[in-house]
């Protein structure tokens, strides 16, 4: 049986707890995979910044090479100014190391260095670009530096090159102003590989490292991202210090630099996370509201149905005066008053049924008394007479006298009966022989058999067999059952009355092919005052039945009607002799 | 612990600093140039000046674990007499007066013998490698140290040092940022935003006792004319110096004397930047700006060469800088890039107009004697025909109380200022870098290097390095 707690259960958590998660996981979800994108999102616009100003620094930088090559174009310049202008350019702009003045042929024409020129200066013929932006190298101290060339048109009637070597530590200045929150960095890849710039103060000897075998997350994901540009340019992994990164890649356009922008994935969540935290933390807060409440109210509505169910199980073990308290104004309200009402009238029945019962029997205790000794006492009565007419006839008397005893014998019966009915029948208890009993009560009925033209037979056991027993009492009982069986059987029908004896057990079994007894009557008739007889009081069985119990035994019954009927008597065995043969 | 060493500073601090490291001197010259003992705990004048008794700490001994006795020290002092490196030239006697006292007699008082006392290395005769110093020397090359067991002041905590040397201040620097070294000796100013960032390295700054000078050979026509030093004394902005070419590492520099010596006044008067005055001081002087007539150079009111030290990236951008602001109000210098040992040779044959290099000013007198007298300059043998200040520094050298050095001093002030035989540009603040896995003791802006003794693994740093 499905409790109606646990459909209550079931039903507020589909009606409302199944909905509140799934919207809970369905908003978590939503809002973490929002929250992601728009850090990344975030990020890749920082990313595509960085790109920028490596472009505007480059940009910038060529600009000032072009600023000196305009001051240059002056064809009537002397050495000196030549000198000056590139020296104020060196003192204004200290990324740059140098600024030389390049022939066509790559002769130096003049340079910012007080002595000759250091850089590696490029040979003007192989330029291929105006602007030239060389590929980033590491100097003689292993950090990176480039090389940035402008064609100078017009000098002296011959073009040249301005070439500045640029220190990439000034780029370092730009890349460290980057912050992303407060752990993220940029940095910078440079075309071969190589780390240009590293935001992360930690991590700026990678920059200086020359050893070109160490490679990082980074690394491969910038040399992956310049392999194929369709790479994804967002991506997780672990730093060489283990710890998990989000890094994002914009590629530079000039020069050809992959940017990253790196965060831990800690930091850059944390915002989202803190929300997936609220909203579960709400969504749990609701959860519990939803099952407390629904708890309170399913409490307060099925304690109501409980009430009724316990006023129900009272009502049904006789209680009739439990009635069921419901406070409400709904439906169980309704259904409460609608028992109690039930149960008054149940009352009011139980009573009507009760008087009725009571009067039916009186009238069929008053009808079997009538029955029972209106015979005896009109035997009685005519013996009395009779006496008085012929009382000088000393044998008619005598007759008179015994027939006045004999239905006195029967009235007196009738009254033990009826007080034996309501207080226990007084056994004397005796090691009996069963099969002498009942070989007694068959002989006993034998004239009655015989009077109804029928056959009566005993079946003993062929051991004998004990028990312990009032001889009269268990001899009544026979008589009793056999006298029923005589009275429910046609002429020519059976009754056999048999025992048999068990390890422990003594069976007496009385049947008869009689009309038997229908399975609706089966069940009551061993109480008292029932009776499947027209006349009689019906206490015969009873009496029967409390006998044997008080023995220690139990009576049975089976009956099929028009086929007869089997009564089953069973007591405790014993192994005591009877005293008479103990005696004897 | 591993030590970088740039080449910046290895040629001329490489024996220093291992001299640092193995060997104590008689006596250290403290912050603001006050005589301090050290080997010699006390220090007393006797005889009216005329002679100097030493002390000896008595639980004191070498490395090889002969103790140090007065007559080790005067074994020293007077092996530096016989090597013509005498601590006074107006030394009569050395006497040792006991098993711990030293007597040095001199001709007549001495100021500057004290001080010199700081610069001897007092080292068993023929055992250059033995000292008393906190470290001592187990290998060359490699330059290895280990920690002196006996010494006097306490075991140091570092038990080795290795000293690794490097092409460029640069190169250094590199090495340790990629944790290579452990500590960096010079941090070059380009560097220095960079190494401080790093979080596994500490950075010290510190102001050294070396200022730039741009000094004049007063033998050139225009140049020994006292108004023409004042001039270009004005045209100089010393701050624009600090600010573009040292990346505000230094501070400008109005003489040759440490800022924090103790007796430097600061009412005297200093030079500053006004190049409309030194316009005028120069048409005044009779040197006007005049027309180039060739496309050789610049319209100019006179020229003349500067040497500077070619091998150091700063000194280039000084010369720039300096270049200008003289071109500026007209004057013409041709900066000329020399290494240094090549300087070196030109400043002691007298063949420059001008010179640029650090000079070590001390953190008392004599280095500023040695320097800038015309004489009685051991070793240095510079001339620049300056005399100016010799009457004046003659007088230091022979007081001995702080009120007459205090009023020589303010003196002697007051001559370079109205006679000034240089530009002084700049003192240079320089930065040492430790790895965080060592505690140091640390004052601002002093130099860490005299407590190596006192450094200390960092507990914590080197269980996280774990």
């Known amino acids: 049986m499905t409790r109606i707690t646990s459909r209550f259960v079931l039903l507020i958590a589909t009606a409302a707890v199944a909905p509140l998660v799934i919207y809970g996981i369905v908003s978590v979800t939503s809002l973490r995979q929002g929250t992601q994108t728009s850090v990344r999102d975030g990020n890749l616009r920082v990313a595509g910044q960085v790109a920028e100003q490596i472009a505007l620094y480059i940009d910038n930088n060529i600009r000032v090479l072009k600023s000196v090559a305009a001051e240059l174009r002056g064809t009537q310049l002397q050495q000196w100014q030549r000198e000056r202008i590139l020296r104020d350019h060196v003192l204004d702009f200290p990324e740059f190391r140098e600024i030389s003045l390049l022939g066509t042929g790559g002769e130096v024409l003049a340079t910012s260095r007080l002595g000759t020129a250091r850089m590696n200066l490029p040979d003007p013929r192989s330029l291929s670009s105006d602007p030239y932006i060389a590929p980033m190298r590491l100097d003689d101290d292993f950090l990176p530096t480039t090389t940035l060339a402008v064609r100078l048109p017009q000098l002296d009637q011959s073009s040249g090159w301005i070439v500045g070597q640029l220190s990439l530590e000034e780029l370092w200045r730009v890349i460290d102003r980057i912050r992303v929150g407060n752990r993220g960095y940029a940095l910078i890849v440079g075309e071969d590989g190589r780390l240009i710039a590293d935001g992360a103060p930690d991590e700026k000897r990678m920059i200086a490292n020359p050893e070109p075998h160490v490679v990082t997350a980074e690394l491969t994901f910038a040399a992956e991202l310049r392999q194929n540009a369709e790479t994804p340019r967002v991506r997780e992994y672990k730093d060489r210090n283990g710890v998990s990164m989000l890094g994002v890649a914009a590629r530079a356009t000039r020069p050809e630099w992959i940017v990253i922008v790196e965060q831990p994935t800690e930091e850059a969540y944390a915002t989202a996370r803190q929300f997936e935290r609220q909203l579960t933390v709400a969504i749990g807060l609701a959860l519990l509201g939803t099952v407390v409440l629904g708890y309170l109210w399913g409490r307060s509505f099925i304690r109501r149905i409980f009430a009724l169910t316990r006023v129900t199980r009272s009502l049904a073990e006789g209680k009739f005066e439990s009635r069921v308290a419901i406070k409400g104004r709904d439906e169980i309200r309704e259904l409460g008053d609608a028992f109690n009402s039930m149960a008054d009238r149940l009352v009011e029945l139980q009573e009507d049924v009760r008087k009725q019962e009571r009067q039916a029997m009186f009238g069929r205790i008053a009808a079997g008394l009538v029955h029972d000794l209106s015979h005896p006492i009109q035997n009685i009565g005519n013996s009395c007479k009779l006496i008085m007419k012929m009382s000088d006839d000393a044998e008619y008397r005598e007759t008179f006298r015994r027939t006045v005893e004999r239905e006195m014998v029967i009235v007196k019966r009738v009254l033990d009966d009826l007080r034996n009915i309501a207080r226990p029948i007084p056994l004397e208890r005796f090691a009996v022989d069963v099969n002498r009993t009942v070989g007694d009560a068959v002989e006993a009925m034998q004239a009655h058999a015989e009077t109804a033209g029928l056959t009566l037979r005993a079946e003993l056991s062929s051991d004998p067999v004990f028990m312990d027993g009032d001889v009269f009492a268990l001899g009544r009982v026979y008589r009793n059952l056999i006298l029923n069986a005589i009275q429910a059987t046609a002429p020519g029908g059976l009754v056999v009355i048999a025992t048999e004896g068990t390890r422990d057990r003594v069976q007496v079994k009385v049947y008869d092919t009689g009309c038997g007894i229908a399975a609706d009557r089966l069940s009551a008739i061993f109480e008292d005052f029932v009776t499947t007889k027209r006349r009689g009081l019906g206490l015969g069985l009873a009496i029967s039945k409390k006998i044997v119990e008080q023995l220690g035994g139990h009576i049975t019954v089976a009956s099929e009607v028009g086929k007869g009927t089997t009564f089953v008597i069973e007591f405790p065995r014993t192994e005591a002799r009877p005293i008479a043969l103990v005696a004897g | ?466």
Request: net charge neutral; hydrophobic share 40%; glycine share 6%.
């Open chain 2, 1 to 466: 612990m591993g030590i970088g060493i740039g080449q910046g500073v290895r040629r001329n601090a490489l024996g220093n600093f291992a001299t640092l490291l193995d060997s104590d001197p008689l006596v250290s010259i403290d912050w603001e140039g006050r005589v301090a003992p050290r080997l010699a705990e006390r220090l007393e004048w006797l005889d009216g000046d005329r002679t100097l008794k030493l002390v000896l700490r008595r639980n004191v001994v070498f490395h090889d674990g002969a103790p140090l006795t007065s007559d080790a020290v005067v074994r020293v002092l007077r092996q530096q007499v016989a090597d013509n490196q005498p601590p006074s030239e107006f030394l009569q006697s050395i006497e040792a007066a006991g098993s711990d006292t030293v007597l040095i007699r001199l001709t007549r008082p001495d100021s500057l013998l004290p001080e010199r006392l700081n610069g001897v290395e007092v080292r068993p005769p023929g055992h250059p490698d033995v000292g008393t110093g906190p470290f001592r020397i187990v290998s060359q090359n490699p330059l290895r140290f280990v920690a002196n067991d006996k010494y006097y002041r306490k075991r140091p905590s570092i038990d080795e040092i290795r000293v690794h040397t490097y092409d460029t201040q640069r190169g250094a620097w590199a090495a340790m940022m990629r944790g290579e070294i452990d500590y960096l000796h010079d941090v070059s100013r380009e560097a220095a935003d960079f190494v401080e960032a790093e979080s596994s390295v500490n950075t010290y700054p510190y102001l050294a006792a070396y200022y730039i000078p741009m000094v004049f050979n007063l033998r050139h026509p225009i140049l020994k004319r006292v108004e023409v030093r004042r001039a270009l004394n004005e045209a100089i902005d010393r701050q624009s110096i600090v600010t573009q070419a040292m990346h505000g590492r230094g501070i400008p520099s109005d003489g040759p004397l440490w800022p924090q010596y103790w007796a430097i006044s600061s009412a005297q008067r200093t030079y500053a930047f006004n190049p409309d005055a030194a316009r005028v001081r120069l048409d005044a002087a009779g040197l006007p700006v005049v027309p180039s007539t060739d496309s050789t150079h610049v319209a100019r009111r006179f020229k003349f060469t500067c040497l500077f030290w070619s091998e150091e990236p700063l000194y280039e951008r000084v010369a720039l800088i300096v270049q200008k602001q003289l071109f500026e109000i007209g004057v013409d210098v041709e900066m000329q890039p020399v290494p240094g040992n090549r300087l070196f040779e030109r400043m002691q044959k007298a063949d420059y107009e001008a010179f640029m290099v650090p000079t070590g000013s001390g953190r008392a007198l004599g280095w500023t004697y040695n320097f800038w007298h015309t004489s009685a300059k051991p070793g240095a043998g510079l001339e620049t025909g300056y005399t100016s200040a010799d009457p004046i520094l003659d007088h230091l050298r022979l007081v001995t109380s702080d009120d007459d050095t205090r009023q020589g001093v303010a003196e002697l002030q007051r001559v370079l200022f109205d006679e000034p035989p240089a530009v002084f540009l700049v003192w240079l603040m320089n930065a040492r870098a430790v790895s965080t896995r060592f505690d140091v003791p640390h004052e601002p802006n002093r130099d860490i290097m005299s407590n190596l003794w006192q450094w200390r693994q960092n507990p914590a740093a080197v269980r996280a390095a774990q």
